[in-house]
């Protein structure tokens, strides 16, 4: 079975600080992790994947993920806050070749003036 | 590319009513799609996944006379949640996949069942 942790459902940064949320997963195979954005009454955006490839990976809007096996985490982070960052984070797992997607409790991200 | 949408994007019906949700890939084919449902402040749980052409497959605890699915064509997949509760009253978002390992999601859909 597949799960995932998202340390802390809210954070707070000052714009043009250090975003950093955090996931760490579990899986008994290789996983591909996500990173989706969702705005308000809005669906799921892609921010970034990992599938296999690069353990740094980079995504829309200056985010970007770091594939660390040895701590099973894929924390997302991106060196400058604009308030328009301001949205709920979901990071998903699912297995190597699969299609189903196992997600986070989310983390929402509050960015202040 | 890669643009899914849903209809409607709100709806509010009468508790005993059948309402309707339509999921369609614009720009692609999707030989899956994905439906899940998100409570308040909660993530997204996902409810059934559906192939075209074959019938969908539903998460334990998911009630599939309830939440009927039907994926007629590579673009185009309907939920249709029967006899509608209050406890009904939830934001639906599918999602869709073109065989490859990313999901494209569509807009949601905010149900109210009164």
């Known amino acids: 079975a597949q799960s995932v942790t998202q340390l802390g459902s809210h954070v707070s940064v000052s714009e043009g600080a250090l975003v950093l949320l955090r996931c760490n997963y579990s899986?008994?195979?290789?996983?591909?992790l996500f990173w989706y954005v969702q705005y308000p009454n809005q669906g799921l955006q892609l921010l970034l994947k990992?599938?296999?490839?690069?353990?740094l990976v980079k995504g829309i809007n200056g985010f970007e993920a770091e594939f660390k096996k040895s701590e099973t985490s894929f924390h997302l982070t991106k060196p400058s806050a604009h308030m328009s960052d301001a949205a709920e984070y979901f990071c998903?797992?699912?297995?190597?070749?699969?299609?189903?997607?196992?997600f986070g409790a989310g983390t929402i991200l509050r960015v202040k003036s | 590319g890669a643009v899914v949408s849903q209809h409607p994007s709100r709806v509010i019906c009468k508790s005993g009513t059948s309402v309707k949700i339509e999921c369609r890939s614009l720009d692609f084919q999707a030989t899956t799609m994905f439906w899940y449902r998100q409570f308040p402040k909660q993530s997204l749980m996902l409810m059934a996944t559906?192939?075209?052409?074959?019938?969908?497959?539903?998460e334990q605890g998911v009630e599939k006379d309830k939440f009927l699915i039907n994926h007629a064509s590579l673009t185009l997949s309907t939920l249709t949640v029967t006899s509608a509760h209050p406890e009904d009253s939830s934001f639906y978002i599918c999602s869709a996949g073109g065989g490859g390992d990313t999901q494209y999601f569509g807009p949601g859909t905010r149900l109210t069942v009164l």
């Open positions: 998903a797992v699912s297995k190597k070749g699969g299609n189903k997607l196992v």
């Open positions: 899986s008994s195979v290789p996983p591909y």
């Open positions: 559906s192939n075209e052409g074959s019938k969908a497959t539903y």
């Open positions: 990992y599938t296999s490839a690069a353990t």
